[in-house]
């Protein structure tokens, strides 16, 4: 009886503990399983027409795009730039710039990021030491709960013994079943 209660002592505990670190790790790997469809982690705040001069498109360069940026009044660092279907497209980190290569009529897209939602991103992205150490302590915990969790139930037609084990192998097969006809 001391042991069960133990067992449930511990398991509540660190439930209680992480509640909020399982809350964060859940909502922002929703957001990551969906950043291709929409940009979680910023959000446009304006948008400013441009019209400017450009040259031949052989003679658009990294540098071109770079200066361009600058003249614009862009000081964040550019990602990429490419001349596409009669585009001219410069990625920034901060900003977007869209311009017809005939008109040189253009925008600037601004962005900024969404509060709440790109710290709780960082969450799966933060590569720092001690981060890393919390997140292994983290999984271990889970780990934990997960065991305390099948031991606390120990009479009755609801065991792990009698029923959870199924469960719990499904839980194993299905993810890996997925990760065979994904790949």
């Known amino acids: 009886m001391k042991q069960q209660k133990l067992v449930r ?5 660190f ?14 790997g929703i957001l990551m399983n969906h950043r291709e469809h929409w940009h979680p982690e910023k959000y446009t705040v304006e948008i400013k ?22 003249q614009l009044g862009i000081d964040d660092k550019m990602r990429r730039q490419n001349v596409k279907k009669g585009t001219f497209k410069i990625s920034f980190e901060k900003h977007d710039v ?9 925008e600037i897209v601004s962005f900024n990021r969404t509060p709440i939602i790109s710290q709780s991103m960082k969450l799966h992205k933060n590569t720092s030491n001690l981060w890393i150490y919390y997140s ?18 120990t009479h ?10 199924k469960l719990a192998i499904a839980g194993i097969v299905f993810p890996l079943l997925v990760l065979f006809v994904l790949s």
Do not use: C
């Open 9 to 13: 002592d511990l398991h509540r505990d």
């Open 15 to 28: 439930g209680y503990f992480y509640v909020g670190l399982i809350i964060s790790f859940a909502f922002s």
């Open 49 to 70: 027409k441009i019209e400017v001069q450009l040259p031949e498109e052989n003679q658009i360069t990294e540098e071109f795009a770079e200066n361009l940026g600058k």
């Open 98 to 106: 869209e311009i017809d290569m005939k008109t040189g009529k253009g």
């Open 136 to 153: 292994d302590i983290f999984g271990i915990s889970l780990i934990l709960i997960a065991i305390t969790g099948t031991l606390m139930i």
């Open 156 to 165: 009755g037609k609801y065991t792990f013994k009698n029923r959870g084990w």
